[in-house]
């Protein structure tokens, strides 16, 4: 797949999204305790390595190697290479099941994979033996035998049973979107918590086909014989399996929860610092990366493909009035996004879900936009309502308006009446937004005046940073200002109140 050059040149920048993930190395503010973009070089950003590190890693097809350890590798790579694609429609119009089903072959090519062939069946609800009904099945067939496809995606998530006995029929490996989801994931995971992340939820995942995929299919297409696809397992190596499974799972969770405890200290340094975050969050590809760089001259990841972004990069920046807040570009939702991901995420989306202001931004040249927003909701409430937060406010905007014409910019705004329009590209809208995100940033409230020696100048500092200066004079005792200051600070200046 040709990836699109972004247009942002990264190439100035040290920084990307994996040298400012909260656990690798990340340069820390040493007043602030928050990270602060690294300093630029000459040499490629990270971001720019990473992308030409991942096209040359697009899968060659006809070559595959042998794996050997079934925690590590075996379940975890689908080496999908020329697939037919199959959706059951339950529910909405044709236009919905061809919008899933062209998502679902963007999965797939993002996932490295050739797609030859879609099919859809309007159905009340799957078959529960096979998916697709009898019929089809033999459709699908002929239609994988026609095109020399290897592989069949199932456009939803299939009981292990099903995956099994739709394999036997079509004698080709089948995967549902939730496994290439979880590909995907994994081949775009870069640090130790990412990377954790994934397999925790590819773990629990495979858990339960362990049998389907370590039995009868061989890992290579058509079952070949020999090799480790002849290793006859039986039950007493599913039951080894299995059991370096939990132990893996156990292993990962207890690492997963060790790095949420840094996470969450950084979390709570910001809050005591007083810096307001604001989340950008949104569908997958809809340009939160971008916007991200837009707002704040940095070269995060931006890539044509799905989930480019699997770890939060947070940079800093300030208002027009030169108050400070945090900016968190984070991992994409996508409909049908796999619990399994949500789950092991956690800690990621909380970066979304804990956050004074969420900037949710939507692709406007997509075609169901609104649906894309739904999504994102759906995922965002159930977070927060299982952590008892209440939603984050939210700012809704619209991005790619270079890519749409002026009538559907229109309908777009019917449509969204409070959304604010950007193009992250061309740069149309960044500054109303700037404006609107300060006007909706918890605002400092403590009134304060004092009187602060000049021996403590880093206080005065923070009141320009953090708070709102109404006037500032310097006397011959120190810095006399009057300011709105939040109430760490306003603790912090509470001896040189009324001083003098
Ligand atoms: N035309 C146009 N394309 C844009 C704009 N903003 C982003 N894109 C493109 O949309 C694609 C996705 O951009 P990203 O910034 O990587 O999107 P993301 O939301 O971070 O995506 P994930 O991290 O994969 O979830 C890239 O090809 C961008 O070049 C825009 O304003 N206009
Ligand atoms: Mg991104």
């Given at each position: 797949?040709?990836?699109?050059?972004?247009?942002?040149?990264?190439?100035?920048?040290?920084?990307?999204?994996?040298?400012?993930?909260?656990f690798?190395t990340?340069?820390?503010?040493?007043?602030?305790?928050?990270?602060?973009?690294?300093?630029?070089?000459?040499?490629?950003?990270?971001?720019e390595?990473?992308?030409v590190?991942?096209?040359?890693?697009?899968?060659?097809?006809?070559?595959?190697?042998?794996?050997?350890?079934?925690?590590?590798?075996?379940?975890?790579?689908?080496?999908?290479?020329?697939?037919?694609?199959?959706?059951?429609?339950?529910?909405?119009?044709?236009?919905?099941?061809?919008?899933?089903?062209?998502?679902?072959?963007?999965?797939?090519?993002?996932?490295?994979?050739?797609?030859?062939?879609?099919?859809?069946?309007?159905?009340?609800?799957?078959?529960?033996?096979?998916?697709?009904?009898?019929?089809?099945?033999?459709?699908?067939?002929?239609?994988?035998?026609a095109?020399g496809?290897?592989?069949?995606?199932?456009?939803?998530?299939?009981?292990?049973?099903?995956?099994?006995?739709l394999?036997?029929?079509?004698?080709?490996k089948?995967?549902?979107?939730?496994?290439?989801?979880?590909?995907?994931?994994a081949?775009?995971?870069?640090?130790?918590?990412?990377?954790?992340?994934?397999?925790l939820?590819?773990?629990?995942?495979?858990?339960?086909?362990l049998?389907?995929?370590?039995?009868?299919?061989?890992?290579?297409?058509?079952?070949?014989?020999?090799?480790?696809?002849?290793?006859?397992?039986?039950?007493?190596?599913?039951?080894?399996?299995?059991?370096?499974?939990?132990?893996?799972?156990?292993?990962?969770?207890?690492?997963?929860?060790?790095?949420r405890?840094?996470?969450?200290?950084?979390?709570?340094?910001?809050?005591?610092?007083?810096?307001?975050?604001?989340?950008?969050?949104?569908?997958?590809?809809?340009?939160?990366?971008?916007?991200?760089?837009?707002?704040?001259n940095?070269g995060?990841?931006?890539?044509?493909?799905?989930?480019?972004?699997?770890?939060?990069?947070?940079r800093?920046?300030?208002t027009?009035?030169?108050?400070?807040?945090?900016?968190?570009?984070?991992?994409?939702?996508?409909?049908?996004?796999?619990?399994?991901?949500?789950?092991?995420f956690?800690?990621?989306?909380?970066e979304?879900?804990?956050?004074?202001?969420?900037?949710?931004?939507?692709?406007?040249?997509?075609?169901t936009?609104?649906?894309?927003?739904?999504?994102?909701?759906?995922?965002?409430?159930?977070?927060?309502?299982?952590?008892?937060?209440?939603?984050?406010p939210?700012?809704?905007?619209?991005?790619?308006?270079?890519?749409?014409?002026?009538?559907r910019?229109?309908?777009?705004?019917?449509l969204?009446?409070?959304?604010v329009?950007?193009?992250a590209?061309?740069?149309?809208?960044?500054?109303?937004?700037?404006?609107?995100?300060a006007?909706?940033?918890?605002?400092?409230?403590?009134?304060?005046?004092?009187?602060?020696?000049?021996?403590?100048g880093?206080?005065?500092?923070?009141?320009?940073s953090?708070?709102?200066?109404?006037?500032?004079?310097?006397?011959?005792?120190?810095t006399?200002?009057?300011?709105?200051?939040?109430?760490?600070?306003?603790?912090?200046?509470?001896?040189?109140?009324?001083?003098?």
């Open positions: 797949m040709n990836k699109p050059s972004s247009q942002f040149s990264t190439s100035q920048f040290s920084t990307s999204q994996s040298s400012t993930s909260e690798s990340i340069d820390t503010d040493p007043v602030e305790g928050i990270e602060v973009d690294p300093v630029p070089s000459q040499a490629p950003s990270t971001g390595m990473e992308r590190e991942r096209a040359s890693l697009r899968r060659v097809p006809g070559l595959s190697t042998e794996l050997t350890d079934v925690t590590e590798v075996e379940n975890r790579q689908l080496r999908l290479e020329r697939v037919v694609l199959v959706g059951v429609w339950t529910e909405g119009n044709s236009e919905q099941a061809e919008a899933s089903l062209a998502e679902l072959g963007r999965l797939a090519e993002t996932a490295g994979s050739e797609v030859l062939e879609g099919l859809v069946q309007r159905r009340d609800r799957p078959d529960p033996a096979t998916y697709v009904g009898s019929g089809k099945v033999r459709e699908l067939r002929d239609v994988v035998v095109t496809a290897d592989s069949v995606v199932c456009d939803g998530e299939l009981a292990p049973g099903q995956l099994r006995q394999e036997e029929k079509i004698q080709v089948v995967v549902d979107r939730t496994a290439l989801i979880l590909d995907i994931f081949q775009h995971a870069s640090s130790k918590e990412g990377k954790a992340q994934v397999e939820a590819q773990l629990q995942y495979f858990l339960p086909r049998r389907g995929w370590g039995a009868k299919m061989s890992r290579q297409s058509g079952g070949g014989s020999g090799g480790v696809g002849n290793r006859g397992p039986g039950e007493t190596k599913l039951e080894t399996d299995r059991r370096r499974v939990h132990k893996r799972i156990t292993k990962l969770r207890k690492e997963l929860e060790g790095m405890t840094i996470r969450d200290t950084k979390r709570s340094q910001r809050v005591a610092n007083a810096v307001p975050s604001v989340a950008i969050a949104g569908y997958t590809n809809a340009g939160k990366s971008s916007l991200l760089n837009a707002m704040t940095t995060a990841l931006v890539e044509d493909a799905l989930f480019a972004t699997l770890d939060p990069t947070t800093r920046t300030s027009p009035d030169g108050r400070n807040y945090t900016l968190v570009d984070t991992v994409g939702f996508v409909r049908h996004l796999p619990h399994q991901l949500v789950e092991a956690r800690s990621t989306l909380e979304v879900t804990g956050a004074d202001l969420l900037v949710h931004i939507v692709d406007g040249s997509d075609a936009p609104h649906e894309q927003v739904s999504s994102v909701r759906d995922v965002i409430r159930d977070i927060a309502e299982e952590h008892g937060q209440p939603m984050p939210e700012l809704l905007v619209v991005n790619k308006t270079d890519a749409v014409s002026a009538t910019r229109a309908e777009l705004g019917r969204m009446p409070s959304a329009f950007v193009s590209h061309g740069g149309e809208g960044i500054d109303s937004l700037r404006e609107t995100i006007n909706l940033l918890p605002r400092p409230d403590v009134f304060v005046d004092a009187l602060v020696p000049y021996t403590r880093e206080l005065v500092s923070r009141v320009h953090e708070g709102e200066l109404v006037d500032e004079e310097y006397t011959a005792d120190g006399h200002v009057r300011a709105k200051v939040r109430v760490d600070l306003a603790h912090a200046l509470e001896p040189f109140v009324g001083v003098g």
